[in-house]
């Protein structure tokens, strides 16, 4: 069965310090990765997808994550916070199954920053 | 460009009524996905529509239904409502139906079943 773990509920980091959002994955296939964010009272905003292109994958506003098949890991990272990207990060795995395309949300993760 | 529409954006409905939610997709797209998102169960997908047919389906009882008309906006039904359907309900439309392809969301409906 396809599930995606997000590690942590809440992560706290002071502006300016770096970001580790962490996403481990279960699935049998060769899944597309993707990370979103949520701001609050606004939609779901893509922030960066992997499909096997690359394992580094770079996204908007500095964030990247990177694939990694031995760990089914899928590590959001940004080297330096700011006030504005507080808020919930969700990762996303979609598997493909007879034609079918099911997302699977992780519990989300809600990132706190502190001036 | 103007972005996903949902209407309405805030509902209240009592146990047992039925409630219609829309979604107006970006123009040119013609995949738009629901979904349903609580504090208890998350995100959760419903229901995805591709060119009036629906072409994925989550895990959800026959009472949700949704339906796209030709020019892309979809609707979403939900009939003999329960305290558990209160959720902000969530569309997203794409180019495509690929599952690879960003989707661009909407601000979501507030439901409130009381």
């Known amino acids: 069965a396809q599930s995606v773990t997000q590690l942590d509920s809440h992560v706290s980091v002071s502006e300016g310090t770096p970001v580790l959002l962490r996403c481990n994955y279960s699935s049998s296939y060769s899944p597309s990765l993707f990370w979103y964010v949520q701001h609050p009272n606004k939609g779901l905003q893509l922030l960066l997808k992997?499909?096997?292109?690359?394992?580094l994958v770079k996204g908007i506003n500095g964030f990247e994550a990177e694939f990694k098949k031995s760990e089914t890991s899928f590590h959001l990272t940004k080297p330096s916070a700011h006030m504005s990207d507080a808020a919930e990060y969700f990762c996303?795995?979609?598997?493909?199954?007879?034609?079918?395309?099911?997302?699977?949300f992780g519990r989300g993760t809600s990132l706190i920053v502190h001036p | 460009k103007a972005g996903v529409t949902q209407t309405p954006r805030y509902l209240i409905k009592t146990r047992g009524q039925q409630v219609t939610l829309s979604c107006s997709p970006i123009s040119g797209h013609r995949s738009v996905s629901w979904y349903q998102q609580t504090p208890g169960q998350g995100l959760q997908f419903l229901f995805e529509?591709?060119?009036?047919?629906?072409?994925n389906k989550g895990n959800f009882p026959g009472r949700f239904s949704g339906r796209q008309f030709s020019n892309s906006r979809s609707e979403m039904n939900v009939s003999t409502l329960e305290l558990g359907d209160s959720a902000l309900y969530l569309c997203?439309?794409?180019?495509?139906?690929?599952?690879?392809?960003?989707?661009?969301f909407g601000p979501g409906t507030r439901l409130t079943v009381l």
């Open positions: 992997y499909t096997s292109a690359a394992t």
């Open positions: 997203a439309s794409s180019l495509v139906s690929e599952g690879l392809n960003e989707q661009f």
């Open positions: 996303v795995v979609i598997y493909a199954s007879g034609g079918s395309y099911i997302p699977t």
């Open positions: 529509y591709f060119s009036e047919t629906q072409r």
